[in-house]
């Protein structure tokens, strides 16, 4: 009888260890997509910093200015700003 009752006990440990395991690699899995998804940096949303508006990176003109990368939403934004900043 004490048997029987020991193999219940172990039985229902094992099934409670494999739901809980699952959960959990379910939940880190969740996590980890929420996590990986702003990494995708082509798409974030950066301020022109001629005009001011927001578009997306990858969308945008680069310049490198005074060794940062700047973006611009357009060839002319770019022009002007380096029109702006290039005369002394
Ligand atoms: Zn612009």
Same mark, same amino acid.
């Not at 798409?43 to 490198?64: K, N």
């Not at 005074?66 to 002319?76: N, V």
């Given at each position: 009888?004490?048997?029987?009752?020991?193999?219940?006990?172990? &039985? *229902?440990?094992?099934?409670?260890?494999?739901?809980?395991?699952?959960? &959990?690699?379910?939940?880190?899995?969740?996590?980890?997509? =929420?996590? =990986?998804?702003?990494?995708?940096?082509?798409?974030?949303?950066?301020?022109?910093?001629? @005009? *001011?508006?927001?578009?997306?990176?990858?969308?945008?003109?680069? &310049?490198?200015?005074? *060794?940062?990368?700047?973006?611009? @939403?357009?060839?002319? @934004?770019?022009?002007?700003? &380096?029109?702006?900043? =290039?005369?002394?």
């Amino acid at each position: 009888m004490a048997m029987r009752l020991l193999i219940y006990i172990i &039985l *229902g440990y094992l099934i409670y260890r494999m739901v809980r395991t699952w959960a &959990l690699s379910r939940n880190q899995q969740k996590v980890h997509k =929420t996590d =990986t998804q702003p990494l995708q940096a082509d798409d974030v949303m950066i301020q022109d910093p001629q @005009c *001011g508006i927001y578009f997306a990176r990858r969308d945008g003109v680069s &310049l490198t200015h005074e *060794g940062r990368t700047l973006y611009f @939403c357009s060839e002319s @934004c770019k022009e002007k700003f &380096l029109e702006k900043h =290039t005369h002394n």
